[in-house]
């Protein structure tokens, strides 16, 4: 007869390593970095987190505070036509007169940091 409860670990770390990011974009944006990571739940079903780190000058150095929401493939569609309703709201009514590319190019001044979260 087998012994299931011996097995029960096991099971769980094969569980967690299945459920690790499979897909991941940064995005950095000054103090900010953003972070779009695809996840599998245990019964193989998908998500997004979305994470915002912000970077915090200390005494000995920094800190980095971070931010998470879960996105459910439920909502996906909703969430990004949303999203681009917004930004076009500001970027047309609000702020015509910006030029947002100005903003893209900033991009390349900050150096090449290996930041991830999981």
Do not use: C
Request: aromatic content about 16%; cysteine-free; proline content about 2%.
């Amino acid at each position: 007869m087998v012994d299931l409860q011996s097995y029960q670990p096991n099971l769980f770390k094969v569980e967690e390593r299945d459920r690790e990011e499979l897909f991941s974009k940064r995005i950095r944006a000054g103090k900010r970095t953003y972070f779009f990571d695809v996840k599998s739940t245990r019964s193989l079903d998908y998500y997004i987190t979305i994470t915002e780190s912000r970077r915090h000058q200390k005494e000995d150095g920094f800190v980095y505070e971070k931010h998470k929401m879960f996105l459910y493939k439920e909502d996906f569609d909703k969430f990004a036509e949303g999203l681009k309703e917004a930004i076009n709201h500001v970027k047309t009514e609000l702020m015509p007169e910006v030029d947002f590319d100005q903003f893209n190019k900033e991009d390349e001044e900050f150096g090449n940091t290996d930041l991830k979260w999981e």
